[in-house]
């Protein structure tokens, strides 16, 4: 089955610490996004990606780190430095940049 | 002014009812037009995908764009309680923007 896949679906940090949230998908799409969702605000757009080995900043890049070694893979490091990291986020994938975008299940990270 | 705007609701209706869902928008530029359907604790999903003005069918599903005024809809005709979800509108032209979400409950 194509799609694509996030892992873990919960997650707790203590404060100061550094997580990573896995974000796979095997749709062949050459662009991957990441999005913070909070309650009554939306997606908000963290770091994109269009090709292997390139990503830009989003809206709201402070605090958190990606990197596109593999076409498949995007994974997103949340670190200490994000004062409010408490959220739902979700991956997304697309053919191309700004073409439709289909969403990962996403994970929802709590800080203790 | 921003780029989009969507009425967050919540919305809720009897099992049924048509149910209409709306969004504006600013960009000119915006050259598709697409709906999510996202339930609780869930990755949206893709529901409709268009470019053009006028109305696309699929199902109980209806989108209708506007592009003269602006605006793009939703109709859920016959909803279901299955269709209580988070709805957002999405446009795209050279940056992708979503709507903030509405808020749908159809109670049985």
């Known amino acids: 089955d194509g799609g694509i896949t996030q892992s873990p679906k919960y997650l707790f940090r203590k404060e100061g610490q550094n997580v990573t949230l896995s974000c796979e998908q095997n749709?062949?799409?050459?662009?991957m996004y990441w999005y913070r969702q909070d309650p009554g605000q939306g997606l908000r757009l963290i770091y994109y990606s269009q090709i292997v080995n390139d990503f830009q900043k989003g809206d709201i890049a402070e605090g958190y780190s990606v990197s596109r070694e593999k076409k498949e893979s995007f994974p997103l490091t949340v670190t200490s430095a994000q004062k409010n990291p408490t959220a739902f986020y979700l991956c997304a994938s697309s053919i191309l940049e700004n073409n439709e975008q289909f969403f990962g299940p996403g994970t929802r990270l709590t800080v203790l | 002014q921003k780029e989009v705007e969507q009425d967050p609701g919540p919305l809720s209706v009897p099992e049924g009812a048509i149910v209409s869902l709306n969004c504006t928008y600013s960009?000119?530029?915006?050259?598709?037009f697409m709906w999510y359907r996202q339930y609780s604790r869930k990755g949206p999903e893709l529901l409709m995908y268009?470019?053009?003005?006028g109305n696309k069918e699929d199902g109980r599903f209806t989108a209708q764009v506007d592009k003269s005024s602006k605006y793009i809809s939703l109709f859920i005709r016959d909803s279901q309680p299955s269709d209580s979800a988070t709805y957002l509108c999405a446009f795209t032209g050279n940056q992708f923007y979503f709507g903030t979400g509405t808020s749908l409950t159809v109670i049985p």
């Open positions: 960009n000119s530029a915006f050259q598709y």
């Open positions: 749709l062949n799409h050459d662009a």
């Open positions: 268009t470019y053009s003005s």
